[in-house]
């Protein structure tokens, strides 16, 4: 944390020391004797550069500096001083420095540089990790806006990119020198590429990703609902945008911003109309589909204007500048602080109580600094208060519940939850509608998440926080959505049979009999014709859920599941069948039917509520996977309820429960399915568990690669195979084994050749990798409402 005056008189400032691979070591030691040792430590640099003028501001280092003095040198940085963010210390560097105030959202992270340097003699070693961020301003500050700080900066100005890069190149002596030919010329390239691609390449990507998806209008017959539920209806859409609005903020914090900037400006041209379609989809900058690669940069996104972010000047309305998000997806989305990593989490999760440690790790809080809010609260108050830990914290980490974090959103969706209600006729929707309400504000969602699974209604209503895939960091937090749809009776009584077989499953589970459970209670499976979705539906469409994810639930009631049928109708027909003209061989491409891949989503739901789930580690103690798999638990979870599903077909075909017509068709399904699923990318959940059963399949000889690049199932081994894959991974979660985890989908999670042979003949005929839906029951309820 920043030491208050007084502190920095009396005591030298303290920096973490690190490894030579930048891990923290947890000796902290005085700022000199870390250069004189040369020690490894972190700092901070922030850029700020001038978008109209393509231009970077430079500060003077001051006369008294001990290292570079005189010299041009960056925007502004600094040491991040030991217990200390990087984002709080580039905020702070800048305000002390150029009297610069400035939120989170203005500060990008591009890149981490190592800098290792000796100067002075050999008396001022430098290992230093830099955080490089990019501050985008519209305009050149004015440089009289400025308040420099003399201890630190002598002087300030302007001066182009490319022209500083090849100063920086010729080692010009007035320039502390960076390599640009090395680490350091990312500063150069990233900007440069940001504004060198014209409108057409841009727009011609564009069009290109967008053309993955199949638009698709989805919609379903109200005539069932009585009069009091189709009211219910239309408040439980506007509840729904509701939980949009959770979720862009869940993803990222500056997303609300980006995607209110994009709309409005959608109509301005071509490629914004391009960039507001294809942002609707993923609903972040980040493409689902392409490994979550950023399809805009800071470049493309919102402007906000600050008059009061420096000193005021007569004739300048004040600071313009991007929003910024970094390129690369955030693996914690926005449930911890930026710059926080999981070792900083796991030494404050240790600290805590045991009672507290639930919250921090529970899916329903974020996850907050107190530098964070003491920082703030000593630039609003401009006056000089302690920006210290509050006393007695040996954190600066701390939890803060959903029901508090998204407290606006929530009180406006409960209150229309509430009104909806009021209004339906089914007893079972009232019920769940209410408790939902209550526990948008009590954070208790366990009476809601048993309403929810005991729901006997024509109006089918999913909401809430469920799943983790967000959190690529632990697989933690969970993401608001909500799925609203007609309940298909016909189809509710045709898949009744899965539900009620759930513990014979459960005793016959490939897996050593001590890991299985005593008491799997039956899984209540609802069928629904979809009418509407909003949250947590980005990019790729699931075609069903199984919930609750919470274990407590899990153990005590089972789960549930809901089937989308006209999402799945829709995905066979847009998309599967084109996979299978094109990637079956063609004796079998007649066992590719909807009944076997409609069958499988079922066993595939299913599966997720059998096998480990609460379990006992070697150590004796109690635990989840999901706790002990943390970021890997997410795909190796849809890997088994995948691979299992399909050895749960073949035992209830075995049992006469299910005919044996299915005994083929469901094999050769499921490898166009492989295909399917893979195009969602291996850094989506679903795809990564695809990959590594493709894998393994093929590697085992059950799947094969003929010289035409057509595959086929090979009925004599295919079974075996699947038993022995549904093993290994049972075996792994049942002992919370993250190690072997790690190591199995190090191995057969990854880009194959016969995936990529399979890929690219789809890429060439351009099979839609999913579907975009469109709701005109909804859209025409929000259109009224206007």
């Given at each position: 944390?920043?030491?208050?005056?007084?502190e920095?008189?009396n005591?030298?400032?303290?920096?973490?020391?690190?490894?030579?691979?930048?891990?923290?070591?947890?000796?902290?030691?005085?700022?000199?004797?870390?250069?004189?040792?040369?020690?490894?430590?972190?700092?901070?640099?922030?850029?700020?550069?001038?978008?109209s003028?393509?231009?970077?501001?430079?500060?003077?280092?001051?006369?008294?500096?001990?290292?570079w003095?005189?010299?041009?040198?960056?925007?502004?940085?600094g040491?991040?001083?030991?217990?200390?963010?990087?984002?709080?210390?580039?905020?702070r560097?800048?305000?002390?420095?150029?009297?610069?105030?400035?939120?989170?959202?203005?500060?990008?992270?591009?890149?981490?540089?190592?800098?290792?340097?000796?100067?002075n003699?050999?008396?001022?070693?430098?290992?230093?990790?830099?955080?490089?961020?990019?501050?985008?301003?519209?305009?050149?500050?004015p440089?009289?806006?400025?308040?420099?700080?003399?201890?630190?900066?002598?002087?300030?100005?302007?001066?182009?990119?490319?022209?500083?890069?090849?100063?920086?190149?010729k080692?010009?002596?007035?320039?502390?020198?960076?390599?640009?030919?090395?680490?350091?010329?990312?500063?150069?390239?990233?900007?440069?590429?940001?504004?060198?691609?014209?409108?057409?390449?841009?727009?011609?990507?564009?069009?290109?990703?967008?053309?993955?998806?199949?638009?698709?209008?989805?919609?379903?017959?109200l005539?069932?609902?009585?009069?009091?539920?189709?009211?219910?209806?239309?408040?439980?859409?506007?509840?729904?945008?509701?939980?949009?609005?959770?979720?862009?903020?869940?993803?990222?914090?500056?997303?609300?911003?980006?995607?209110?900037?994009?709309k409005?400006?959608a109509?301005?041209?071509?490629?914004d109309?391009?960039?507001?379609?294809?942002?609707?989809?993923?609903?972040?900058?980040?493409?689902?589909?392409?490994?979550?690669?950023?399809?805009?940069?800071?470049?493309?996104?919102?402007?906000?204007?600050?008059?009061?972010?420096?000193?005021?000047?007569?004739?300048?309305?004040?600071?313009?500048?991007?929003?910024?998000?970094?390129t690369?997806?955030?693996?914690?989305?926005?449930?911890?602080?930026?710059?926080?990593?999981?070792?900083?989490?796991?030494?404050?999760?240790d600290?805590?109580?045991?009672?507290?440690?639930?919250?921090?790790?529970?899916?329903f809080?974020?996850?907050?600094?107190?530098?964070?809010?003491?920082?703030?609260?000593?630039?609003?108050?401009?006056?000089?208060?302690?920006?210290?830990?509050?006393?007695g914290?040996?954190?600066?980490?701390?939890?803060?519940?959903?029901?508090?974090?998204y407290?606006?959103?929530?009180?406006?969706?409960?209150?229309l939850?509430?009104?909806?209600?009021?209004?339906?006729?089914?007893?079972?929707?009232?019920?769940?509608?209410?408790s939902?309400?209550?526990?948008?504000?009590?954070?208790?969602?366990?009476?809601?998440?048993?309403?929810?699974?005991e729901?006997?209604s024509?109006?089918?209503?999913?909401?809430?926080?469920?799943?983790?895939?967000?959190?690529?960091?632990?697989?933690?937090k969970?993401?608001?959505?909500?799925?609203?749809?007609?309940?298909d009776?016909?189809?509710?009584s045709?898949?009744?049979?899965?539900?009620?077989?759930?513990?014979?499953?459960?005793?016959?589970?490939?897996?050593?009999?001590?890991?299985?459970?005593?008491?799997?209670?039956?899984?209540?499976?609802?069928?629904?014709?979809?009418?509407?979705?909003?949250?947590?539906?980005?990019g790729p469409?699931?075609?069903?859920?199984?919930?609750?994810?919470?274990?407590?639930?899990?153990?005590?009631?089972?789960?549930?599941?809901?089937?989308?049928?006209?999402?799945?109708?829709?995905?066979?027909k847009?998309?599967?069948?084109?996979?299978?003209?094109?990637?079956?061989?063609?004796?079998?491409q007649?066992?590719?039917?909807?009944?076997?891949f409609?069958?499988?989503?079922?066993?595939?739901?299913?599966?997720?509520?059998?096998?480990?789930?609460?379990?006992?580690?070697?150590?004796?103690?109690?635990?989840?996977?999901?706790?002990?798999l943390?970021?890997?638990?997410?795909?190796?979870?849809?890997?088994?309820?995948?691979i299992?599903?399909?050895?749960?077909?073949?035992?209830?075909?075995?049992?006469?429960?299910?005919?044996?017509?299915?005994?083929k068709?469901?094999?050769?399904?499921?490898?166009?399915?492989?295909?399917?699923?893979?195009?969602f990318?291996?850094?989506?959940?679903?795809?990564?568990?695809?990959?590594l059963?493709?894998n393994?399949?093929?590697?085992?000889?059950?799947?094969?690669?003929?010289p035409?690049?057509?595959?086929?199932?090979?009925?004599?081994?295919?079974?075996?195979?699947?038993?022995s894959?549904?093993?290994?991974i049972?075996?792994?979660?049942?002992?919370?084994?993250?190690?072997?985890?790690?190591?199995?989908?190090?191995?057969?999670?990854?880009?194959?050749?016969?995936?990529?042979?399979?890929?690219?003949?789809?890429?060439?005929?351009?099979?839609?990798?999913?579907?975009?839906?469109?709701?005109?029951?909804?859209?025409?309820?929000l259109q009224?409402?206007?």
């Open positions: 944390m920043a030491k208050s005056e007084t920095q008189q005591q030298e400032e303290h920096l973490d020391v690190l490894t030579k691979t930048g891990q923290k070591t947890g000796v902290s030691k005085p700022r000199g004797d870390v250069h004189r040792d040369g020690d490894y430590h972190r700092a901070v640099h922030v850029w700020i550069f001038s978008e003028t393509q231009e970077l501001l430079l500060q003077r280092r001051a006369d008294c500096k001990d290292s003095p005189r010299l041009w040198d960056i925007s502004s940085a040491h991040i001083s030991a217990g200390d963010s990087s984002l709080i210390s580039a905020r560097e800048l305000h002390e420095e150029l009297g610069v105030i400035l939120p989170n959202d203005a500060f990008e992270l591009i890149f981490i540089f190592l800098q290792e340097c000796v100067i003699d050999g008396k001022f070693i430098n290992n230093e990790f830099n955080d490089v961020y990019l501050v985008t301003t519209i305009a050149p500050i440089l009289e806006a400025f308040t420099l700080q003399e201890s630190e900066v002598s002087a300030v100005k302007y001066i182009p990119l490319e022209e500083y890069k090849n100063l920086l190149a080692e010009d002596p007035e320039y502390v020198p960076y390599d640009v030919n090395g680490q350091y010329g990312k500063l150069f390239d990233i900007i440069a590429t940001r504004y060198k691609v014209n409108m057409e390449t841009r727009s011609l990507a564009l069009q290109k990703q967008l053309s993955r998806y199949a638009c698709i209008s989805l919609g379903a017959e005539t069932g609902l009585t009069d009091g539920d189709k009211k219910a209806l239309s408040l439980l859409v506007k509840a729904g945008t509701i939980i949009d609005d959770i979720f862009h903020l869940q993803a990222w914090y500056s997303n609300p911003t980006l995607r209110d900037w994009l409005e400006h109509e301005t041209s071509h490629l109309k391009l960039k507001w379609m294809y942002y609707r989809i993923n609903k972040s900058p980040w493409s689902c589909l392409d490994e979550n690669e950023s399809f805009l940069t800071t470049a493309d996104s919102a402007v906000k204007l600050l008059p009061a972010a420096t000193k005021p000047i007569t004739g300048w309305k004040g600071l313009e500048y991007r929003t910024a998000f970094p690369q997806k955030p693996p914690g989305a926005n449930f911890y602080p930026p710059d926080m990593d999981k070792m900083e989490f796991e030494l404050w999760k600290s805590l109580a045991e009672d507290k440690k639930q919250d921090a790790t529970g899916f809080s974020v996850i907050k600094r107190h530098s964070e809010t003491n920082f703030d609260t000593f630039l609003s108050d401009s006056m000089s208060v302690s920006m210290d830990q509050h006393p914290l040996a954190h600066d980490l701390y939890t803060v519940l959903y029901s508090q974090e407290k606006h959103f929530l009180a406006k969706a409960a209150e939850l509430h009104q909806a209600g009021d209004l339906t006729s089914s007893p079972s929707l009232k019920r769940l509608l209410h939902k309400a209550n526990a948008f504000i009590s954070n208790d969602y366990y009476d809601s998440d048993i309403a929810w699974m729901l006997d024509k109006l089918d209503v999913t909401v809430g926080p469920y799943e983790t895939y967000e959190d690529a960091l632990f697989g933690y969970a993401t608001f959505e909500a799925f609203i749809g007609v309940r009776d016909k189809a509710t045709q898949v009744k049979l899965f539900g009620n077989q759930l513990q014979v499953l459960e005793q016959n589970l490939p897996m050593d009999n001590m890991f299985k459970s005593q008491d799997i209670i039956a899984a209540p499976i609802r069928v629904i014709q979809l009418i509407y979705n909003s949250g947590d539906v980005k469409q699931t075609v069903a859920f199984n919930l609750p994810n919470d274990e407590t639930i899990v153990k005590d009631r089972g789960t549930s599941m809901v089937m989308l049928k006209n999402v799945s109708e829709a995905k066979f847009h998309i599967l069948q084109p996979i299978a003209e094109v990637c079956i061989a063609k004796e079998q007649d066992c590719v039917d909807f009944d076997s409609f069958t499988h989503t079922i066993c595939h739901e299913c599966c997720h509520g059998i096998g480990p789930h609460s379990i006992t580690l070697p150590s004796g103690e109690k635990s989840t996977v999901r706790l002990e943390q970021e890997l638990h997410s795909a190796l979870e849809e890997a088994k309820a995948d299992v599903g399909l050895w749960a077909l073949k035992f209830l075909i075995g049992q006469n429960l299910l005919p044996k017509s299915l005994t068709s469901m094999h050769v399904s499921f490898l166009a399915g492989c295909f399917r699923s893979v195009r990318g291996l850094e989506e959940a679903h795809g990564k568990g695809q990959a059963q493709f393994w399949l093929f590697e085992k000889g059950a799947f094969v690669l003929h035409d690049e057509t595959f086929s199932v090979n009925f004599s081994k295919v079974d075996a195979e699947v038993e894959l549904s093993r290994e049972l075996t792994i979660q049942a002992k919370g084994d993250k190690k072997a985890a790690k190591a199995l989908l190090d191995k057969y999670c990854k880009m194959s050749h016969p995936l990529k042979v399979a890929l690219e003949k789809l890429e060439k005929i351009q099979v839609p990798v999913d579907i975009a839906p469109t709701f005109p029951i909804a859209n025409e309820i009224a409402g206007k």
